[in-house]
């Protein structure tokens, strides 16, 4: 059967987590199907387990250009054992190809757009792939880099400067270098992206009171407002670009004030973004990785080892995640 409709591929994620849960309760009511076709990469076990329909597929009919029938799980199914005497952790083994091949699928355009459901970074890392999330594993799939990621949900979006370290290490990764990328990123996705013409953009400060002038550390001083001002005279007017602002009150003015709300907020570390970007929508704010040449969205949560299997794990950021693929591929394959 063939279709008009975008190719959108879903990884799970770890099969042992909610990822199968979330993926089949997503594709039973049919979300978005209308607008999309959907592919699965992941283990088959979890799907038989859920009572799900499978059809299984392969590379070579997938390069053919047949299209699923639109009911149940169309599965590339990922590998069912681990290699003899490896000593490898099957379901990282699974969640790495799974990856791997829908990147593969994605940059070859037999998919236009990659969803991924949660990943266990350490046993990811026990299947063999060393890495410490998925937007670093993507940006060597993809072959780029420097990879920033956003979080987004209708309220806020965030984008980070670091991500997966200890707070101990962030201020010495905080260079001129990784600062500009992280602004260029979220400045180049807002405009092609979104639509937006002059980005508004905020930076955050590392340090309470952005420092106070020193008292409270150097870093404002430093790097990050020295980068800022080189990045106000590159923009011009092409972008709203201020900071570095004091985190506590420019998340507050930003959602209570419409004349100091920005488009993206640019954050030093991990929690200082994720936090309150969760705080405002967790169950609907998705994970996106600017940078790359393909259009990759995520969940926002983890695999949920503790309620996997019990039928109560929530979809919603899983299908916000699809809306916004099917949104956004239209951006960049024409």
Same mark, same amino acid.
């Given at each position: ?92 083994? @699974?969640?790495? &190809?799974? #990856? ?5 699928? =994605? ?5 236009? $757009?990659?969803?991924? %459901? ?72 807002? @405009?092609?992206? &979104?639509? #937006? ?5 905020? =930076? ?5 009171? $952005?420092?106070?002038? %020193? ?95 019990? %039928? ?23």
């Amino acid at each position: 059967m063939k279709s008009n409709r975008p190719l959108i591929i879903i990884t799970p994620g770890d099969p042992d987590g909610i990822g199968p849960e979330i993926v089949w309760k997503t594709l039973k009511k049919r979300f978005e199907s209308d607008r999309a076709d959907f592919l699965c990469i992941g283990a088959r076990k979890p799907f038989d387990a859920l009572g799900a329909p499978v059809r299984e597929t392969s590379f070579a009919e997938l390069s053919s250009g047949v299209r699923p029938h639109r009911s149940g799980v169309w599965l590339l199914p990922a590998p069912k054992n681990s290699p003899r005497g490896s000593g490898l952790l099957l379901p990282g083994i @699974q969640s790495g &190809w799974s #990856i791997d091949a829908a990147v593969k699928l =994605v940059r070859s355009r037999i998919a236009t $757009a990659l969803v991924t %459901g949660p990943i266990h970074k350490e046993r990811l890392q026990k299947g063999g792939y060393l890495f410490p999330g998925h937007t670093e594993m993507l940006a060597e799939l993809c072959g780029v880099p420097e990879v920033t990621m956003m979080l987004a949900n209708e309220q806020l979006r965030v984008s980070l400067v670091t991500t997966h370290i200890g707070y101990a290490a962030v201020s010495k990764a905080l260079t001129p270098d990784r600062i500009r990328r992280t602004v260029e990123h979220t400045f180049s996705h807002l @405009q092609n992206w &979104w639509g #937006i013409k002059k980005p508004k953009i905020a =930076v955050a400060a590392l340090n309470p009171h $952005a420092g106070e002038g %020193g008292l409270f550390g150097s870093e404002e001083i430093r790097v990050i407002g020295p980068t800022v001002r080189r990045l106000q005279k590159s923009f011009g007017k092409r972008c709203e670009l201020r900071g570095p602002l004091p985190a506590d009150t420019l998340f507050a003015k930003h959602m209570s004030d419409k004349k100091s709300c920005f488009d993206a907020v640019v954050c030093m570390y991990h929690d200082q973004g994720l936090i309150p970007v969760k705080l405002l929508d967790f169950p609907r704010t998705v994970n996106i990785t600017l940078g790359l040449p393909i259009i990759r969205t995520s969940v926002d949560h983890g695999v949920g080892f503790d309620i996997a299997g019990k %039928g109560v794990a929530d979809p919603s950021s899983l299908q916000s995640a699809i809306s916004l693929a099917i949104r956004l591929q239209g951006s960049l394959w024409h």
